[in-house]
């Protein structure tokens, strides 16, 4: 199985060459050359998670990787249940977020954590990646005391809420946490002036595992079929995504590309509706970034919509009727976060998004699955303002809020990061 470069087509590599680079000749993104159906389905929908998960990434990366090597980088990533919840008559909530950083980020971190370590073995590593929250988390738990791997996590000061920064700048050993003194864009820029610095990409063996490496959009496939495996026997389910980068919704479009019986799915954005209003009107007209309830989705320019193209254009898969996609705004979500509390289910306002966009669309007769991203009391102060009760945090978040922040504190300023990079 080759991966093409979706902008530059003659770029082929092979899922190791992928997941290494990241991105591909002038940015562009990979993606498999070829989707062929899987001819098991219904035995693969037999099987326990863990052992169905490797069954479909091997044939998705194929021989690159060997069975015994890709089963333990399974066995390791996904060491953390996954359910799926009823929450009222053909309505069914995917809990994605019962890893360590308590978000569904954590599926492909932690896969694209254990691929990188084995096609690096040797060679020094450091990954150095900038986050507005949850990313930044789920990177730092998945590489924590991973040989040979060094993490730099840059985040803006007091932009992330109190309960993020401690699951991530708690951490020590290989991972470095740096609070830098203005916004995530600031943080992005001296990402990016990182890898254009020749010398310091060699003398570190820099990678960013940032959300646009394939491995993570694989990891997430599996958790489609997970779903379906857990509903009655011929359920052709409705899928309702809360989107920003677009990443969640292309896994189950690649995993109704392999075969899974999938009816349609919902794309759910915030206020930041630039593929809603692109499916309406035809025209790609991003809007400056808004902030929202939701702040993981605050994206306006989606960098997996690419790949969602990709599926129509070259792999054939009729997206016109099966993907829509709605903005729901603010009101709506909080709206969502009380309708859902009153029928006994507390969601975040992420998951409560993707359950509006669902709750509005599903027609008569349907089975709808809503993708729950993150633990509510990952966002506890949205919900308890929302409620107007008090929400109790889970053991783990109780036992990092004790900790202390072993962050660095840095102005915007690319050679005082050179300098802090080179020094250790
Ligand atoms: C990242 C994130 C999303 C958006 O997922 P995409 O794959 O970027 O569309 C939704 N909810 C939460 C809680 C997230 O952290």
Same mark, same amino acid.
């Given at each position: 199985?080759?991966?093409?470069?979706?902008?530059?087509?003659?770029?082929?590599?092979?899922?190791?060459?992928?997941?290494?680079?990241?991105?591909?000749?002038?940015?562009?993104?990979?993606?498999? +050359?070829?989707?062929?159906?899987?001819?098991?389905?219904?035995?693969?929908?037999?099987?326990?998670?863990?052992?169905?998960?490797?069954?479909?990434?091997?044939?998705?990366?194929? %021989?690159?990787?060997?069975?015994?090597?890709?089963?333990?980088?399974?066995?390791?990533?996904?060491?953390?249940?996954?359910?799926?919840?009823?929450?009222?008559?053909?309505?069914?909530?995917?809990?994605?977020?019962?890893?360590?950083?308590?978000?569904?980020?954590?599926?492909?971190?932690?896969?694209?954590?254990?691929?990188?370590?084995?096609?690096?073995?040797?060679?020094?590593?450091?990954?150095?990646?900038?986050?507005?929250?949850?990313?930044?988390?789920?990177?730092?738990?998945?590489?924590?005391?991973?040989?040979?791997?060094?993490?730099?996590?840059?985040?803006?000061?007091?932009?992330?809420?109190?309960?993020?920064?401690?699951?991530?700048?708690?951490?020590?050993?290989?991972?470095?946490?740096?609070?830098? %003194?203005?916004?995530?864009?600031?943080?992005?820029?001296?990402?990016?002036?990182?890898?254009?610095?020749?010398?310091?990409?060699?003398?570190?063996?820099?990678?960013?595992?940032?959300?646009?490496?394939?491995?993570?959009?694989?990891?997430?496939?599996?958790?489609?079929?997970?779903?379906?495996?857990?509903?009655?026997?011929?359920?052709?389910?409705?899928?309702?995504?809360?989107?920003?980068?677009?990443?969640?919704?292309?896994?189950?479009?690649?995993?109704?590309?392999?075969?899974?019986?999938?009816?349609?799915?919902?794309?759910?954005?915030?206020?930041? &509706?630039?593929?809603?209003?692109?499916?309406?009107?035809?025209?790609?007209?991003?809007?400056?970034?808004?902030?929202?309830?939701?702040?993981?989705?605050?994206?306006?320019?989606?960098?997996?919509?690419?790949?969602?193209?990709?599926?129509?254009?070259?792999?054939?898969?009729?997206?016109?009727?099966?993907?829509?996609?709605?903005?729901?705004?603010?009101?709506?979500?909080?709206?969502?976060?009380?309708?859902?509390?009153?029928?006994?289910?507390?969601?975040?306002?992420?998951?409560?998004?993707?359950?509006?966009?669902?709750?509005?669309?599903?027609?008569?007769?349907?089975?709808?699955?809503?993708?729950?991203?993150?633990?509510?009391?990952?966002?506890? %102060?949205?919900?308890? &303002?929302?409620?107007?009760?008090?929400?109790?945090?889970?053991? +783990?978040?109780?036992?990092?809020?004790?900790?202390?922040?072993?962050?660095?504190?840095?102005?915007?300023?690319?050679?005082?990061?050179?300098?802090?990079?080179?020094?250790?």
């Amino acid at each position: 199985m080759n991966f093409i470069n979706i902008s530059h087509p003659e770029q082929k590599v092979t899922f190791p060459q992928a997941v290494v680079t990241g991105l591909g000749k002038g940015q562009g993104l990979f993606f498999p +050359e070829r989707l062929a159906p899987l001819n098991n389905i219904q035995a693969l929908l037999e099987m326990d998670f863990v052992s169905r998960s490797p069954a479909i990434l091997q044939h998705l990366v194929g %021989e690159a990787m060997e069975p015994d090597v890709l089963q333990a980088c399974v066995e390791k990533a996904f060491n953390f249940p996954l359910m799926l919840e009823p929450v009222s008559e053909g309505v069914n909530a995917l809990e994605l977020f019962h890893g360590p950083s308590l978000a569904f980020k954590d599926f492909g971190a932690r896969f694209m954590a254990q691929c990188l370590a084995d096609f690096n073995a040797g060679h020094k590593t450091t990954i150095l990646t900038a986050t507005s929250g949850d990313t930044g988390a789920a990177v730092a738990l998945a590489f924590y005391g991973q040989p040979g791997i060094d993490v730099v996590v840059l985040y803006p000061k007091g932009k992330v809420t109190p309960l993020q920064e401690k699951l991530f700048c708690t951490l020590g050993g290989n991972i470095r946490t740096v609070a830098i %003194e203005d916004d995530f864009d600031a943080c992005q820029k001296l990402v990016k002036q990182s890898f254009d610095d020749h010398y310091l990409v060699e003398a570190l063996g820099l990678n960013s595992a940032n959300s646009i490496n394939v491995a993570r959009l694989l990891a997430q496939v599996c958790y489609y079929f997970e779903a379906v495996a857990q509903l009655p026997e011929g359920t052709m389910p409705v899928f309702s995504v809360p989107s920003g980068n677009f990443g969640n919704v292309t896994a189950g479009l690649l995993a109704h590309a392999l075969g899974l019986p999938v009816k349609r799915m919902i794309a759910a954005t915030n206020s930041n &509706d630039t593929v809603p209003r692109f499916f309406k009107s035809g025209h790609w007209d991003p809007r400056p970034t808004v902030t929202t309830l939701t702040n993981a989705m605050d994206i306006s320019l989606p960098n997996n919509f690419p790949r969602v193209l990709e599926m129509g254009q070259r792999h054939g898969l009729p997206l016109q009727q099966l993907l829509t996609s709605f903005a729901i705004d603010d009101e709506e979500t909080r709206d969502a976060v009380r309708a859902l509390d009153a029928i006994g289910y507390l969601a975040d306002p992420h998951s409560a998004l993707a359950w509006r966009a669902l709750a509005g669309n599903l027609e008569e007769g349907e089975t709808g699955v809503f993708l729950c991203t993150a633990h509510p009391a990952k966002f506890k %102060e949205t919900i308890e &303002d929302t409620l107007k009760r008090h929400v109790v945090l889970p053991v +783990e978040l109780e036992q990092v809020a004790q900790k202390k922040v072993l962050s660095t504190y840095m102005p915007a300023d690319f050679a005082v990061l050179r300098a802090f990079l080179l020094e250790a």
